[in-house]
Every structure is written in structure tokens, then in C-alpha cells.
């Protein structure tokens, strides 16, 4: 019986050692399949012509490298048959080098290429076609130590340039902690260096060269100054270039670019000889004294002993005068608060008790402490966190802690407002009605002009109060409750999923902002700014309004 009488036989004609013998006849042939389903031909196919005909193909050296096992067709997959055409499309790397190739696109290769350069530098220039190897193979393009050479071919005179100087004196001498060109430029994004996103334009030079001038391994292994990039950002340059100035002179502008030499070389742009033609290039007719002193060793203490003695001096100055002036402000602000107290105190009915004095201050120091330690957390590298440095575990507790007390405090609110008599008349003082909807509405009339007097409050409380009482009131158990659920973190993944956890922080972060916020705007104002009452108002002290 023929192989094709056998396929067409019936389902129920074949047993199942038919089954198992077709299959152990079909499996060699499924096997040798090659990856692109209509290439019907392997590599030795192809090397049956590359071999020896242009263009050439080492099996040995294509078999090594990162390619080595695929097909031919992977890259070349315009070939569908052979022979195949003379002149093939351009094999496209993006198929599988997505991310490298986006950053290519944007690159200054790429636009020069764009421009009609047909010698601007793509993938197989600097990688190589059939012997690509890893970048830690010596002999691969992309080895450290070949890079500069790669872009010295078409980077003629700053290859020269990099190997006269320090940087690629170290290179040949074998440091790998000499940067090569792929360093300070980058990769595969290189771009123009007057361009805002090259690494080595006029606003990035300073962090690119501060990524190994910066680094104390390299500067204690190598003898180097290790304060050049915080000097230089102290300097007038520096602080310029801070600014926005981009005229100003950065690294590259005093050491050079390529050819970068150590100041005891005769030939480098610091050297002290050199000094008034470098730093004359900007400042003409500056003289010889600027090679006087050490440029960026001026801000460190001990390079020059008057320097620091003025330094000091003024130090005590500013202490000692800044401290007669707040002495004599604080006395005098104290004894006209006091006045202004003893003049409040006669005005008005007491509205808030002791007991109520007792928990605004318990309140207003919660709020402020909750505030300052949870910002904290969420940033750390502000100025106001500074003190919590290295004492997280002091800052995340004692923000639990303070919350605790919230807590406590809004438990005993709710029992003060339910279970007692001036609570109670508190509560019912507080409730919104009718006339303050219209009391805000007839505010906004007097402020622009279309009601000549200004709306009075029928009742103890205005809606000024009222808004604020029950905004705390709502953002006080927002709080509670997100804060209540971020308490501990195994617990509440053991209930729910990452991102409920996400949206209860989040929640947490903009409800604490929008409180600080409303805080500043509306009670500040009300009871510290408004012209009626400022210096502020003394409720919070006697009671009375």
C-alpha cells in the first residue's frame, strides 16, 4: 500500500499502532522544519555559495557568535527561495532590537543617515555583520578597549586627540576605569553634542564627567581631587549654568574635550603657564593671577587661611547680629501680644470652653506633626527631612504614633459631641442650614461689588466655620481610614490585591496635601491674615469670639 493510500484510509480502519507508526515517520520531518514556515532551505544551503562566493561567510566565525544559531532566513527574510535575488533589502536588526533601535532613531546617526550621510554609522558599522560576539569577548568591535579605535574610523581627529590624552593613556595602559567613548556619549541615543539631550552638551557635562570625578572609588584609587564637581557647581560658571547660561564654561571649556591632560603637562589647557590663554578665551586681558590659586580647591577649607578666617568671622557676625535683632523683635512682639490679648479677652461671649480649647491644641500639634513626618516619608530628600537620615524606622513609628492620638482625639470628639450637654449645643451650632447657602452666595456679591453691606451670620458660627468643621471632619476619617488599612502592610495583602494598596496610598498622599492645602488658604486666612482680626485671633487662647 502507497504512503497516500495510508493517509486516506478511514479513522476507524487504523489502529493505534498505525497511529504510532505514522507519527515515529512524521516526527524527523517536523523536527527539521526551520523557523520561518515558508523557507524551505537551511543554512548549508546558503553556504553552499557564501563559502566561497562574495559575500564570503566563515561558518567557523558565524557559528561563534550571537547569532550563530539561527537561520540565515532570520535576518535575511526577504529570501524565500533560491537562488535568490542579487540585490537583497537591508536586513532590519529592529525585528528583534526593538528598544535599541528606537534609541538609534533619535540618535545623531540616524538624522545624518536621514540627511543622505551614506556613510553615517548603522547597526553593522560599529557591531558587524556574520561575527558579532558579546561585548566582553576581546575581540568583538564593542570591546571596551577596541570602541575608540570603532569610532576613530570615521572620527578621525578626536580618535588622535583621546589617545594623546589622560584618558586614553590609561586606555592603552589597560585601566578599565578609563572611559571610552560610549561613556561620555552614550550608545545607541548619541547625539549632537549642541543638542539639550546629549549627555556632553552644555547643560549635562558636568554630571557626565561627574559620574567618574564624582565617585570616591575612582578618586581615592587614582589620586584625584574629590571635590571638582561641588566646586565647579559653587563657582560663578557653575552656578551660571545652574541658571540657564549656556555660554558658560563648563568641563570641556578649561580641561578640553578629547585631548584632556593633567595641569602638570606642559601641553594641557590648565597647566598654570597656560592658564591666561585658556581662561583668556572668555575673559580677555585676565592676566597671569588667576593661575595664582588652585581653581576648584578654592571652596575647601584650608587651601587659604584668610579666606577661612573671613569666612569665620562672618559666620559669628551674622549669629550675633541676627540674634540682637531677634531678641528685640521677640520681646516686642510678646508685649504686644500680650496687649492685644487683654484687649480680645472683653469682646464677645465664650464659645469655646476649656475642654474645647484643649482639643483644637491637641488637633492643630497632631495635624502639624502628621504633616511633617508623612512628607517626610514620601520625601526624603527634602530639606525638611534632612534630621530623619538614617532613622527611618524612628520616622515611620513615630507617625503611626501621632495618628494614634488622632484617633484617640476624634473618638473622644464624637463622645464630647453625643454624650454632652455643650456638645450637643456645639453639634446643632455646627449643622448646616438654608441661610448659609445663601450667606455665601450673598458673599460673593459683596465682593464684587453688587451688595453694599456685607452678609452677617444669624447664628454663633458663619459658613466660614461650618465649611471648615466639616471638612476636617470628612478628611479627618479619610485619613483614619486609609491610614488605618497602610498600617500594616502583611495584613492587608493577605486580604487584597497590589493595586487596592496603590489607590489607598494615593488616597492618603491627596487627601493629606488637599488638608495642608485648605488649611493654609482658608483657616489660616480666617483666623491669622484677614485684615479684620491680624495679627490673629485669640479664640484658641480665651474662647471668645
Not at 136 to 146: K, V
Not at 457 to 466: A, D, E, M, R, T
Not at 469 to 490: I, P, Q, R
Request: charged share 15%; with cysteine; aromatic share 14%.
Amino acid at each position: 500500500m502507497e504512503d497516500g493510500q495510508l493517509l486516506r484510509l478511514p479513522y476507524r480502519k487504523l489502529g493505534p499502532g498505525a497511529f504510532f507508526l505514522l507519527f515515529l515517520t512524521a516526527f524527523p520531518a517536523l523536527a527539521q522544519q526551520p523557523s520561518t514556515g515558508s523557507v524551505k532551505f537551511t543554512n548549508q544551503d546558503c553556504l553552499s555559495c557564501h563559502a566561497d562566493g562574495a559575500p564570503i561567510v566563515d561558518q567557523k566565525i558565524f557559528g561563534h557568535s550571537v547569532h550563530g544559531k539561527l537561520n540565515c532566513t532570520d535576518c535575511h527574510r526577504s529570501i524565500t527561495d533560491l537562488p535568490h535575488a542579487e540585490k537583497l533589502p537591508k536586513v532590519d536588526c529592529a525585528v528583534c532590537h526593538k528598544k535599541e533601535a528606537v534609541l538609534w532613531q533619535h540618535s545623531g546617526h540616524a538624522q545624518a543617515l536621514g540627511n543622505g550621510a551614506l556613510k553615517a554609522p548603522s547597526c553593522e558599522f560599529c557591531h558587524g555583520t556574520h561575527g558579532i560576539t558579546k561585548a566582553t569577548d576581546r575581540q568583538s568591535r564593542l570591546y571596551w578597549a577596541n570602541i575608540p579605535a570603532i569610532c576613530g574610523q570615521c572620527h578621525f581627529q578626536e580618535y588622535k586627540e583621546y589617545r594623546r590624552g589622560i584618558h586614553g593613556q590609561a586606555l592603552a595602559s589597560g585601566s578599565r576605569d578609563a572611559p571610552v567613548c560610549t561613556d561620555c556619549h552614550g550608545e545607541h541615543d548619541i547625539a549632537a553634542v549642541k543638542g539639550g539631550a546629549s549627555w556632553v552638551s552644555a547643560a549635562r557635562i558636568p554630571q557626565t564627567c561627574g559620574q567618574c570625578h564624582s565617585a570616591e572609588r575612582i578618586n581615592s584609587k587614582y589620586n584625584l581631587a574629590s571635590n571638582v564637581l561641588g566646586s565647579y557647581m559653587q563657582s560663578y560658571h557653575g552656578l551660571a549654568m545652574q541658571q540657564g547660561t549656556m555660554t558658560a564654561a563648563n568641563c570641556a571649556s578649561c580641561h578640553g574635550a578629547h585631548e584632556i591632560l593633567p595641569s602638570s603637562d606642559p601641553r594641557s589647557t590648565i597647566n598654570p603657564k597656560n592658564l591666561e590663554k585658556t581662561c583668556g578665551r572668555c575673559h580677555p586681558g585676565i592676566g597671569a593671577r588667576v593661575a595664582s590659586a588652585k581653581i576648584h580647591e578654592s571652596f575647601q577649607p584650608g587651601n587659604n587661611p584668610l579666606n577661612d578666617w573671613v569666612s569665620r568671622f562672618y559666620i559669628f557676625f551674622i549669629i550675633f547680629v541676627s540674634g540682637i535683632l531677634l531678641l528685640h523683635n521677640v520681646l516686642d512682639f510678646s508685649k504686644k501680644a500680650r496687649a492685644h490679648y487683654r484687649n480680645s479677652m472683653g469682646k464677645g461671649a465664650e464659645y469655646m470652653g476649656f475642654n474645647e480649647r484643649c482639643q483644637h491644641f491637641i488637633l492643630a500639634m497632631t495635624f502639624i506633626l502628621l504633616a511633617y513626618t508623612g512628607f517626610s516619608i514620601k520625601f526624603p530628600q527634602t530639606w525638611w527631612s534632612f534630621m530623619f537620615f538614617g532613622h527611618t524606622d524612628w520616622l515611620r513609628w513615630g507617625h503611626r504614633s501621632v495618628a494614634v492620638v488622632f484617633c484617640l482625639l476624634g473618638a473622644y470628639h464624637f463622645t464630647y459631641l453625643f454624650f454632652t450637654p455643650k456638645g450637643r449645643w456645639q453639634l446643632k451650632a455646627l449643622s448646616v442650614r438654608k441661610t448659609d447657602f445663601v450667606q455665601f452666595w450673598q458673599s460673593f456679591q459683596y465682593y464684587f461689588g453688587r451688595r453694599e453691606d456685607k452678609p452677617r451670620s444669624s447664628g454663633i458660627y458663619s459658613y466660614v466655620q461650618k465649611l471648615e468643621y466639616w471638612a476636617l471632619l470628612w478628611g479627618g476619617m479619610v485619613m483614619v481610614l486609609t491610614g488605618a488599612l497602610m498600617f500594616n502592610e502583611v495584613w492587608f495583602f493577605s486580604l487584597f490585591p497590589k493595586w487596592l494598596y496603590d489607590v489607598v496610598r494615593t488616597v492618603h498622599l491627596y487627601e493629606a496635601i488637599l488638608a495642608c492645602v485648605t488649611i493654609v488658604i482658608w483657616h489660616g486666612y480666617f483666623v491669622i491674615f484677614d485684615p479684620e482680626i491680624y495679627p490673629g485671633k485669640g479664640s484658641w487662647l480665651h474662647g471668645r469670639e
